[in-house]
């Protein structure tokens, strides 16, 4: 399912137009700076928690030793912040049968 078939399916289940719905979906997970509910709070170092469906959460990766799969040499990846999404115990039933 793409953004526009879920805003459609949105929008037929609750009475809301294609246009509002489109909104709707844009205001909680649209990535661009600023914007998107889930995203800024992430971005604050935040999570988002819905109940039977599951957390977004940031996880911190330390600066560690690679290798260059190409020369073979060693790197260094630098540390970073990385968006997770765990499923909640319901979803993961509903999903798995």
């Given at each position: 399912?793409?953004?526009t078939?879920?805003?459609?399916?949105l929008?037929?289940?609750?009475?809301?137009?294609?246009?509002?719905?489109?909104?709707?979906?844009?205001?909680?997970?649209?990535?661009?700076?600023?914007?998107?509910?889930?995203?800024?709070?992430?971005?604050?170092?935040?999570?988002?928690s819905?109940?039977?469906?599951?957390?977004?959460?940031?996880?911190?990766?330390?600066?560690?030793?690679?290798?260059?799969?190409?020369?073979?040499?060693?790197?260094?990846?630098?540390?970073?912040?990385?968006?997770?999404?765990?499923?909640?115990?319901?979803?993961?039933?509903?999903?798995?049968?």
């Amino acid at each position: 399912m793409n953004k526009t078939e879920f805003t459609k399916k949105l929008a037929s289940k609750t009475g809301l137009s294609q246009a509002k719905a489109g909104q709707v979906v844009d205001a909680v997970f649209d990535a661009a700076p600023g914007k998107g509910i889930i995203a800024v709070e992430l971005d604050a170092g935040g999570k988002v928690s819905i109940p039977g469906f599951g957390t977004f959460k940031t996880v911190h990766r330390k600066e560690r030793k690679g290798i260059n799969p190409k020369t073979k040499e060693s790197i260094t990846i630098p540390a970073k912040n990385y968006p997770v999404f765990k499923a909640g115990k319901t979803l993961r039933d509903r999903v798995s049968k």
